[in-house]
């Protein structure tokens, strides 16, 4: 006797008519015509049955805030920095754990399994760190949290950032942050990687940081981040984030750039919706396309996770939780347009930013933890074309999500009565 068993799946990787049997939180069977018995069976119906969606970036110290205490007028990056910093003193560690929590019931209705959060270490008083220690803690049997200590003000800039940063750490924070691109000088820039990455190393821990979020192409800390990460022996464990400035980069410089970085075995993660929103912006025209060069990036062998970075806070007043859109918005401004390459934006807000962020037991195989959703699409690619309704979000084995599937009634002479926005897939 199983404790679940989805019937009739169709898998990320194409196969169909698959039922995935769960017991004590495991997957124990994926495999065609499952006869065993369970307590609780559903009836995928052909649908899309994928691990949950992981958003390897996000600030969820931030998030929901928008209109405190007031609007981002010019949307650009400086101006959202500088409207956080009026936010954190007004703001308490009870709000802070509230909104987070709110944001977590939603990204667990869209999907969402795993998020990593950037948390702003440039506060004496941490009420960031503190609030989304606690979140972590309240949520950890339904999404995994993994925190990142982020120095917003830059850990060489801002006098006590970086015994900040360190206290947030000796408290529990997972991951190492950093911004060299708003340090004072390029040389403070690469000096702070160093010095980050070094606190990494002898802490064991994994390395994100904000690189090169810029359009100038002289920006390039990402090589020093490279050459730290191989000098200290952390390939794999550390994540270049945005990296926008590689989009402007002589093509000289690039050839020479990325197989350092394949070398350092860096992970890049580009967050499409705020790159193409915030980048660009002291262009006239031609205007720069905001973010990195996700196809070379790729094709040189560097592991990609799409972030969604800002939901609803100073930088970014959009945003649903929804890392489909994410991925279509990657598709388009990376213009990742043949059919593999837009299955593979799929696996850059799935399997790639698991692996970026080092989760355990994640995937559709047989051990690993069952954790899945069920979307309304007939493949992965349909899936980012229509960003469907979640029917079910399944974690431990255990539904925790549902939603009813969106049928449209019609009235109509001589036509169906309903629209399945799903049976418009093509035929394989
Ligand atoms: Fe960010």
Redesign the pocket.
């Known amino acids: 006797m199983f404790d679940l068993i989805l019937r009739n799946a169709t898998l990320p990787d194409g196969r169909t008519g698959v039922d995935i049997a769960c017991r004590d939180g495991v997957i124990e069977a994926v495999e065609t015509g499952i006869t065993a018995e369970a307590k609780e069976v559903i009836d995928a119906g052909g649908y899309l049955v994928s691990p949950p969606f992981v958003d390897p970036?996000?600030?969820m110290d931030a998030t929901l805030s928008l209109g405190r205490p007031r609007m981002n007028v010019s949307g650009t990056l400086l101006e959202g920095i500088a409207l956080w910093g009026e936010l954190k003193p007004l703001q308490s560690v009870d709000e802070i754990v509230e909104r987070a929590l709110r944001y977590c019931d939603l990204a667990v209705a869209q999907g969402i399994g795993a998020i990593r959060s950037?948390v702003d270490t440039c506060d004496d008083e941490l009420k960031g760190v503190e609030a989304l220690l606690e979140v972590r803690s309240q949520v950890k049997d339904y999404l995994d949290l993994q925190l990142v200590a982020f120095p917003q003000d830059g850990v060489l800039r801002d006098p006590s950032a970086m015994q900040n940063t360190l206290r947030a750490l000796d408290m529990g924070v997972d991951v190492v942050g950093g911004i060299p691109h708003f340090e004072r000088t390029m040389a403070d820039g690469a000096a702070s990687v160093r010095q980050l990455c070094e606190i990494a190393a002898d802490r064991g821990l994994r390395v994100d940081m904000?690189c090169d979020?810029s359009d100038d192409p002289m920006s390039r800390h990402i090589e020093t981040l490279a050459y730290e990460t191989q000098r200290l022996g952390l390939q794999g464990r550390v994540a270049g984030?945005?990296l926008t400035s590689m989009h402007s980069m002589d093509n000289y410089y690039v050839s020479k750039l990325i197989p350092l970085m394949v070398e350092a075995g860096i992970h890049a993660i580009p967050?499409p919706a705020?790159n193409i929103m915030i980048q660009g912006k002291h262009d006239s025209y031609p205007k720069r396309r905001g973010m990195t060069r996700v196809r070379e990036l790729r094709d040189a062998g560097i592991t990609i996770g799409f972030?969604s970075?800002?939901v609803m806070d100073p930088w970014y007043s959009l945003g649903k939780a929804d890392m489909l859109d994410i991925a279509f918005m990657g598709l388009h401004v990376g213009q990742l347009c043949s059919r593999k390459d837009m299955a593979w934006c799929f696996d850059a807000v799935t399997a790639n930013s698991a692996h970026i962020m080092g989760l355990e037991g994640y995937g559709l195989t047989k051990g690993s933890q069952a954790n899945m959703v069920l979307l309304q699409a007939r493949d992965t690619t349909e899936a980012i074309r229509l960003r469907p309704t979640r029917l079910a979000v399944i974690r431990h084995g255990a539904v925790i999500a549902q939603a009813p599937r969106q049928l449209s009634a019609l009235r109509l002479t001589g036509r169906p009565d309903q629209v399945d926005p799903a049976s418009y897939a093509p035929k394989a």
């Open positions: 970036h996000f600030h950037h904000h979020e984030s945005h967050n705020i972030g970075d800002c």
